[in-house]
């Protein structure tokens, strides 16, 4: 017995990867996403990453919290800057590795 195929008369007209949403195109495209979360797990808050679903983009204030933590390790008073947690120096710390690792890597 021969099945009929299905023809689909609606089709989408979303972008097919989601890696390529900024913030408020994910916020509609998917209404339960928590702002606080992390869904790249690039440690930067959902709401503050300009892609949150790409783990290689963070956004212009998370570049410039890379700037003071340099500025630190640069000096010789290796104190964590004021209003920083060990938390965001220790992520600092794995985007920097993982950076490195990527260069080293690059032409495998």
Known sequence: ?????????????????????????????????????????????????CKPFDIKRQGKEHDEEDKEFEEMENSKNKQIPLGRSMLDYSAYRSRKKLKEWEERNEGI
């Open 1 to 49: 017995m021969k099945t009929k195929k299905k023809q689909t008369f609606f089709k989408p007209n979303v972008p097919s990867k989601i890696k390529n949403l900024s913030w408020p195109q994910a916020k509609s495209r998917f209404p339960l996403i928590k702002p606080y979360g992390d869904a790249d797990r690039d440690g930067l808050k959902n709401y503050k990453d």
